[in-house]
């Protein structure tokens, strides 16, 4: 199979890639990546020049670029978006142009070239929260944020180019993701590294908020079974049942690292924070998907990461970064401590 991965850069795009050139070697890859901030060369920079590699630096809005990076590939997997909600709250245009019109983009491509499978990435925060129980693929969309609003535009259009065009599209809707390559404006992977640096962790509120923690090899080998199996116009949630508050999963990720709790911040809440977020998977559970990677497990193979790692996240956390740190956290962080600077602030950190 020939695939195009959009947004192969990126933190789950770039797993994505490795684990698909590992583990299907009859496969090829074109990555298309437009390198914004959290899109990183580094992440694939030991597979660069293997044989079944290809990166083709556009942007997803950018028809003619997609359209010759589509050019002979059976399978398109679109990762590309912008996907962080605290940035969405800031300024929602970008995400409205890269996760609705850059889809609209890829599936006129796709239809155009006949494409054979094409696989949406989407989230299962479109669904918004719930108090109880778990969302089925076919319930109501009630994002809550310009992020999860822009990814059910895109989910929702996918799925009309199924219905209006017989474009063969098949929806994923994963869980709360975590593992190498993070780029370190999520949660886990900034804690871990400001954790490690004994700097200040900002929970967001009472850091009560309960999300399904999925491993990202195992969202990999999900979304490969969705490549083969998946049945088109059909949509799958993906999740690994490690449903957790947010205090509960930093208290465990600061004892594996062997860090005081007292470094924890609990700092003003972002507006409209979700407070619960589940899935039922039982969809891709009846393909034969099980996730192999429990919490515990799957924290320590990502704090071992990130810990013998400082070079690939130490340079990220500057410049760009460290401006963004100070916009979201700095007064949060500075009213928490009762209006003092929140300890030491070394040269790479934010």
Not at 210 to 223: N, P, Y
Request: glycine residues 10%; contains cysteine; hydrophobic residues 35%.
């Amino acid at each position: 199979m020939r695939v195009l991965v959009t947004g192969g850069c990126g933190f789950i795009g770039s797993n994505f890639v490795r684990y698909v050139l590992r583990d299907r070697a009859e496969w090829s890859v074109t990555n298309l990546d437009k390198l914004t901030y959290a899109g990183n060369l580094a992440n694939l920079a030991d597979i660069a020049d293997g044989p079944r590699y290809r990166f083709v630096r556009a942007d997803v809005s950018d028809a003619k670029a997609v359209a010759e990076a589509m050019q002979g590939c059976d399978a398109v997997v679109s990762f590309a978006g912008e996907t962080h909600v605290d940035r969405s709250l800031m300024d929602a245009g970008s995400f409205i142009m890269t996760n609705v019109y850059g889809v609209r983009v890829l599936l006129e491509a796709a239809r155009d070239r006949g494409i054979a499978r094409y696989l949406h990435i989407s989230t299962d925060e479109v669904y918004g929260s719930i108090e109880q129980g778990a969302f089925r693929e076919d319930d109501r969309l009630t994002p809550s944020s310009p992020y999860s609003a822009s990814k059910a535009g895109g989910d929702l259009l996918a799925q009309s180019y199924y219905t209006s065009h017989g474009t063969p599209v098949i929806v994923a809707r994963p869980s709360n993701t975590y593992g190498p390559y993070q780029y370190p404006e999520k949660l886990l992977p900034l804690f871990i590294t400001n954790a490690i640096d004994d700097q200040p962790l900002p929970m967001y509120g009472d850091g009560m908020q309960v999300r399904d923690w999925l491993f990202v090899e195992d969202h990999c080998r999900a979304l490969v079974l969705l490549l083969e199996q998946g049945e088109p116009g059909t949509v799958y949630n993906i999740g690994a049942g490690n449903d957790r508050p947010n205090i509960e999963v930093i208290k465990l990720m600061l004892a594996q690292l062997g860090k005081p709790e007292g470094l924890i911040r609990h700092v003003a809440d972002r507006p409209g924070h979700d407070r619960r977020y589940a899935v039922d998977t039982a969809r891709i559970r009846a393909l034969g998907f099980e996730p192999r990677y429990s919490i515990e497990t799957g924290f320590a193979a990502t704090m071992d990461w990130y810990a013998a790692h400082r070079a690939w996240w130490e340079p990220i956390k500057s410049g760009e970064f460290r401006r963004y740190y100070e916009r979201q956290y700095g007064e949060r962080l500075r009213d928490a401590d009762g209006g003092h600077a929140p300890g030491r602030q070394p040269s790479h950190e934010a």
